[in-house]
Every structure is written in structure tokens, then in C-alpha cells.
């Protein structure tokens, strides 16, 4: 079962404390530190995770590219289409360390509660070719593969968003864009509704609570990932998924999410859910939720809300 990148970053606080440290004491250029940053919050896994085994029947792999990318760049991506020809479709966006072998499991489950999905690996993750991954590049990502969504689900309000763990903090970000081009064109959002489990409110907050520390990490981070300060501009429904019993991102993260969203909203807590279980653990209430978002459509973005 995967171990989540949380893990990692509180294994390797000691050594980003140290780099901090010397970063105020030597003349360490801030690129240097912001590398190793990303190194740690990335954490990528090359290779294929040891409980993978094998594509199921009827997953279509693909290649998305873009202008912008560099010569070699590339994002590879699953497609994997429900049975029904008018099946909700939805975009899984993943956390940090392991790439689409290590997701099967969820996405396995994701495809059996009825969506098609299109989940993908990050540049620098798996089989998507680029640089250590940073904020800004898993942003774009999404976006991307945003727009090959679109064409395979041409009806805005079947498409949908999800993000695990790191991932939330990117399908928070891509949410945000999309209500607020709505909001700006006056038009219904290009999306159903949002689902994000077992995130955080910003990666600074995580890191002190795993460090135990009042200091202004924030101040030192390069990669924010401040789903906190997106969340109130997200006009999708949204359900937030949590393990009571998450031992890497405190459920109080996705509470403090919940909190400061709109309605319509739903805050799913899995008891005795752990950081990667609550779907299979919670399959039940999970299904209820979904049902629930699935009927609640986008109403018309309105200014000043």
C-alpha cells in the first residue's frame, strides 16, 4: 500500500531545517534551496510500484503535449471509459512520490463508482517526461489535461475533478480557475463539481505540524500549494473526503477546507479512515456523497458572491 509523501517530508524535516539554517548563515543561492525543497515534497518514485499489476481491460494510454513544453516533454496519461457512453468523466490529478502504478487501486475504484477517468502523471513523474516537478509545472499539468477532458466529455456539467493528498492542493488550484473564468465570461463552469480527499490547507501548514513548530515556515517554502486561500473562489460543489485516522495530513485541514467553501458543500469523514483508505473503507458513504454531487448541477457564476 502506498506510503503517502508526508511521510517522506517528516522523515527529511531534520535536513530541509538544516538547509534553512544554512541558507540564513552562508551565501547559498535560493535556487539551490528551493531544488532540494522540491526534491523533498516531490519525492518522485521512479519505476513501477510493487503492487502493480498490469493495466486492466479497456484503459487506453496516452500522450499530451503542449506548446509551452521543452523538446522531450510530455505528460502520459490513462484513459480508462466507464460502460456507459454518457458516464460522468473525471480528471485524477495524484500526490506526490508514486506515479499511475501505484494509483491503480484508486482509480479502480473511482471507475467502478461509474466515472470514466483520465488520470495522469505529472512531468518528472512515471512516464511523463521532464524536470523535478515543481508547483507551477503540476499546475499547468492539470490544465492540460483539462483541455483533453474537454473533448472527451463535451458536456460541462459531467466532468469533475479529483485530487489525492498533494493533489487536492492542484485540483483546488484548477477549480479556482475554472469558476472564476466563469464567473469573469458569465457563464455556467466548465465543470461539474469538485472532489478532493485527504488533503491540507497549504503545504506550509503541514510542515509545521509535522515539525511541531510556531515558526514562519511559510516565509522559508517555495512551493505554497495554498488550497486555504483558493477554496472560497471555487463556485463547484464540492465534497471533501478525510480518514478519521490519518496519521500524515490532520482531518482538521479538511475542516478548515470546509469551513471556508462554498455551498453546495459536503465534508465526508471516514472513521478509523487512514490517508489512502477512506474510499475503500467508507465505500458506502462514499457513493452517497457522489450521488449527492453528481445532482447538485453549477448554477450560473454571479458577481460579487
Not at 510530455?74 to 458516464?87: E, S
Request: proline share 5%; glycine share 8%.
Amino acid at each position: 500500500m502506498p506510503v503517502s509523501w508526508i511521510d517522506a517530508l517528516k522523515r527529511r524535516w531534520l535536513r530541509l531545517s538544516v538547509l534553512c539554517a544554512l541558507l540564513l548563515a552562508l551565501p547559498i543561492g535560493c535556487a539551490q534551496l528551493e531544488q532540494k525543497e522540491r526534491e523533498l515534497v516531490f519525492r518522485v518514485e521512479s519505476g513501477t510500484a510493487s503492487w502493480y499489476g498490469g493495466l486492466p481491460a479497456g484503459v487506453e494510454e496516452m500522450q499530451l503535449n503542449s506548446n509551452d513544453f521543452l523538446a522531450g516533454q510530455n505528460i502520459h496519461a490513462w484513459w480508462w471509459p466507464a460502460n456507459r457512453k454518457d458516464a460522468p468523466a473525471l480528471l485524477y490529478l495524484h500526490g506526490s512520490r508514486w506515479n499511475l502504478t501505484g494509483q491503480l487501486f484508486r482509480i479502480e475504484q473511482l471507475h467502478e463508482l461509474g466515472f470514466s477517468v483520465l488520470a495522469i502523471d505529472y512531468r518528472g513523474f512515471g512516464e511523463s517526461l521532464g524536470d523535478l516537478p515543481s508547483e507551477r509545472s503540476v499546475n499547468q499539468d492539470a490544465r492540460i489535461a483539462w483541455q483533453r477532458l474537454e473533448q472527451l466529455q463535451p458536456t460541462p456539467g459531467k466532468r469533475y475533478i479529483y485530487g489525492h493528498s498533494l493533489g487536492g492542493a492542484v485540483a483546488v488550484d484548477l477549480a479556482e480557475e475554472i469558476s472564476q473564468n466563469a464567473e469573469t465570461q458569465g457563464h455556467l463552469p466548465a465543470a461539474g463539481g469538485l472532489i478532493i480527499e485527504s488533503t491540507f490547507t497549504n503545504l506550509a501548514d503541514v510542515a509545521a505540524s509535522i515539525a511541531h513548530t510556531s515558526l514562519p515556515i511559510r516565509w522559508i517554502l517555495s512551493q505554497k500549494f495554498d488550497s486555504l486561500a483558493k477554496i472560497d473562489k471555487v463556485r463547484l460543489p464540492l465534497l471533501i473526503v478525510h480518514g478519521s485516522n490519518d496519521q500524515y495530513v490532520p482531518p482538521r485541514f479538511s475542516e478548515e477546507l470546509f469551513e471556508a467553501a462554498h455551498e453546495p458543500k459536503q465534508l465526508l469523514m471516514v472513521e478509523g479512515g487512514t490517508h489512502n483508505n477512506s474510499m475503500r473503507l467508507g465505500y458506502s458513504q462514499y457513493r452517497r456523497a457522489l450521488d449527492k454531487l453528481l445532482g447538485e448541477m453549477p448554477t450560473q457564476a454571479s458577481r460579487g458572491d
